[in-house]
């Protein structure tokens, strides 16, 4: 609890500390009150940077996702607050001065934060580097927190960023399913690195009926598929898995090269598609 929620409750600032002094409570930084003298939950520790920080405070970027239900993303504590609101600066949180605060962007019920599209859009923003920017983005979709198409309104609130143009593109990729670049935008890819053009959608059947194939360069016993963020969902995974197997029973070699990996880092997954090619007996 926060000094002023005790005061509130009739506690006078002596019996806060005669509490404090006899070791049944516990402080932890200036406002913040624990009513034991345990350590704190994720929960309470958000709690306790909502009082640090003070009037107007809610949590943001990846903190307010990981209060949405995002799983497996660690990362500092998120914290944004109006610019006229003066905020303090705690040790441990990160403090976001906003002007971009509109009536209905928070969840008040329970600990503020920011909503969920929102939020991912700005953890995007203030992230280490785009391929985490595009990480956040993409877990925000596959972990059902948002939508591509909310993530995609929540962009426009933004008019000028160094990472908003490649934000657009990663948006939409999702938007469209992240499916393929498509193909045609993955071969012209494979020209520019001096690769010989794939097939497209050629066709294979097996014991679970004909599929189709992203890219195939036959001579050589290549294949390429193109994963969108829907392949990391249970179901697609164990068909991916089973159409792999059958290609691999075929004797084809199968490279499975994730859609917005190949926007931030195209030339890793090209050169090992190299490599594979070489390996068949391509020239190049």
């Known amino acids: 609890m926060s ?14 500390d005669a509490e ?3 070791g049944r409570w516990a402080a932890h930084q200036r406002q913040t009150i624990a009513i034991h003298t345990g350590g704190l939950t994720e929960p309470a520790t958000w709690w306790s940077a909502i009082f640090e920080v003070g009037a107007g405070a809610a949590l943001d970027g ?3 996702l990981r209060a949405a239900g995002l799983r497996a993303f660690d990362d500092v504590l998120h914290v944004s607050a109006p610019k006229s609101s003066r905020p303090r600066r705690p040790r441990g949180v990160v403090v976001h001065e906003t002007r971009r605060r509109q009536p209905g962007d928070l969840i008040e019920v329970g600990v503020p934060r920011v909503r969920p599209p929102t939020a991912a859009i700005r953890a995007a923003l203030w992230a280490r580097s785009d391929r985490q920017a595009a990480l956040i983005l993409a877990m925000s979709v596959q972990q059902r927190i948002t939508t591509p198409k909310a993530l995609a309104e929540a962009l426009t609130a933004v008019r000028r960023h160094r990472r908003r143009k490649f934000l657009a593109v990663i948006l939409a990729d999702l938007v469209s399913g992240a499916q393929s670049m498509g193909e045609l ?8 690195f001096g690769l010989p053009e794939p097939d497209r959608q050629t066709l294979r059947s097996g014991p679970d009926g004909v599929f189709h194939l992203d890219a195939e360069w036959s001579p050589y016993g290549v294949i390429a598929e193109i994963e969108g963020v829907h392949h990391l969902e249970a179901a697609q995974a164990l068909a991916d898995a089973s159409r792999q197997n059958e290609l691999t029973i075929g004797n084809s070699h199968v490279l499975r090269i994730p859609v917005i990996a190949l926007r931030i880092s195209p030339d890793h997954y090209l050169t090992q598609l190299a490599r594979l090619l070489r390996a068949g007996g391509w020239p190049g």
């Open 185 to 192: 935008d993955f071969a012209r890819r494979c020209r520019e």
């Open 3 to 16: 000094r002023s929620q005790l005061v509130a409750l009739g506690l006078t600032r002596w019996q806060i």
């Open 20 to 22: 404090l002094r006899a």
């Open 62 to 64: 990846s903190t307010a």
